[in-house]
């Protein structure tokens, strides 16, 4: 299950897009998702960046 909003949202208008024939609908979803693809990994980036220099 996705633990990001950007995520779990695209994944809903995707579907909903898809369910109805909005394509723009379906592609902003996928947009969402790819945000939320990019937040986790830049979390993951400073999550490491901390853990070898510290907090701040």
């Known amino acids: ?11 809903v ?3 909903a897009g898809n369910l109805s024939g ?3 609908l379906e592609r902003e979803g996928k947009t969402d998702q790819a945000a939320g693809k ?3 990994a830049v979390d993951g980036v400073k ?3 901390e853990g070898l220099f510290g907090k701040k």
């Open 1 to 11: 299950m996705p633990d990001n909003w950007d995520d779990t949202k695209g994944r």
């Open 13 to 15: 208008k995707e579907a």
């Open 22 to 24: 909005d394509k723009d």
């Open 38 to 40: 990019v937040k986790d």
């Open 47 to 49: 999550d490491k960046a």
